[in-house]
């Protein structure tokens, strides 16, 4: 099982945020670095079963750089149906 670990407290942005899932994921150098780009890559390129944990995500949610790529993360877990899962914390 894949296991990443994200931290948005240590994130400045979202291109952060997709650098760390590069490194952890075996995403491909050519990633678009995009929302769709991020979608793609959940639901058909990276190996599942896969959990996410992510730290400080609570306060990342309130915020324009980080609300989309939470609620993205929230929308592929739904559709993986147990394949992916978002452990949140601090």
């Known amino acids: 099982m ?3 670990h994200f931290d948005f407290e240590n994130l400045s942005d979202r291109q952060a945020f997709y650098r760390a899932l590069v490194q952890q994921s075996a995403c491909p150098v050519d990633f678009g670095n995009n ?4 979608w793609d890559w959940l639901t058909g390129g990276m190996a599942l079963p896969a959990t996410f944990y992510l730290a400080h995500a609570d ?11 939470l609620a993205l993360l929230k929308e ?3 559709q993986l149906e147990g394949e992916l899962r978002l452990v949140r914390g601090e």
């Open 2 to 4: 894949l296991t990443l």
């Open 35 to 38: 929302l769709d780009a991020l």
């Open 59 to 69: 306060d990342a949610s309130e915020s324009a750089e980080f609300a989309p790529v």
């Open 76 to 78: 592929a877990q739904q």
